[in-house]
């Protein structure tokens, strides 16, 4: 009998929605985790993520986003230092500043689909993010490295960097577990 009552009310919920009428668009699923059209397009309006001139916008944030739901994965294994608040407070307000006043602002988070909440968990993950990232790729002379050669700044060392981000990056794409379902152009 409750299996009945629970199947009716399933029904019932699935009836209210249109069979035309599309909620969101899921675009991949990483780890177990879904990436979204409204992601997305809130990581794009928001100016969290560039699609860096891409002839395909949508495909160029798409694939920053599986590389970051990536990141993040192995961020948590590892558990970074957590962002202190006002840490997460700055980078809310250089959001912030990416539009001429709030309201922009506020009509950008409404059009995403996302709240201000929403955003601030964003952010400290990122930070989270980039806290694992110097901890674990810190280059001689690059950001972080104390008595290596050359001085913090030093030519090729941020390179250097990227580069073993890269690698390690490919590395975790190949075991991952990642289902994309984007199409351009539909």
């Given at each position: 009998m409750r299996g009945l009552l629970i199947a009716s009310l399933m029904c019932a919920g699935i009836t209210g929605v249109s069979a035309g009428e599309t909620i969101d668009r899921v675009l991949a699923l990483v780890a177990g985790q879904l990436i979204t059209l409204t992601d997305v397009t809130a990581a794009r309006d928001l100016g969290l993520v560039s699609?860096?001139?891409a002839a395909d916008p949508v495909r160029?944030?798409?694939s920053k986003l599986?590389?970051?739901e990536l990141i993040l994965a192995e961020a948590d294994r590892y558990?970074?230092?957590e962002p202190d608040t006002e840490a997460i407070d700055r980078e809310i307000e250089r959001v912030r500043a990416r539009f001429q006043s709030p309201q922009a602002f506020d009509l950008a988070l409404a059009r995403s689909g996302i709240d201000e909440?929403?955003?601030r968990e964003?952010?400290?993950e990122d930070l989270r993010i980039g806290a694992y990232l110097d901890q674990r790729f810190t280059v001689p002379g690059g950001p972080g490295s104390l008595g290596s050669p050359g001085s913090p700044g030093s030519p090729g060392s941020e390179d250097?960097?990227?580069a073993l981000v890269g690698e390690w990056l490919a590395g975790l794409?190949?075991?991952a577990d990642i289902i994309d379902f984007y199409l351009p152009g539909r």
């Amino acid at each position: 009998m409750r299996g009945l009552l629970i199947a009716s009310l399933m029904c019932a919920g699935i009836t209210g929605v249109s069979a035309g009428e599309t909620i969101d668009r899921v675009l991949a699923l990483v780890a177990g985790q879904l990436i979204t059209l409204t992601d997305v397009t809130a990581a794009r309006d928001l100016g969290l993520v560039s699609a860096d001139a891409a002839a395909d916008p949508v495909r160029a944030v798409l694939s920053k986003l599986i590389d970051r739901e990536l990141i993040l994965a192995e961020a948590d294994r590892y558990a970074p230092p957590e962002p202190d608040t006002e840490a997460i407070d700055r980078e809310i307000e250089r959001v912030r500043a990416r539009f001429q006043s709030p309201q922009a602002f506020d009509l950008a988070l409404a059009r995403s689909g996302i709240d201000e909440k929403h955003l601030r968990e964003t952010l400290r993950e990122d930070l989270r993010i980039g806290a694992y990232l110097d901890q674990r790729f810190t280059v001689p002379g690059g950001p972080g490295s104390l008595g290596s050669p050359g001085s913090p700044g030093s030519p090729g060392s941020e390179d250097r960097r990227q580069a073993l981000v890269g690698e390690w990056l490919a590395g975790l794409r190949r075991r991952a577990d990642i289902i994309d379902f984007y199409l351009p152009g539909r």
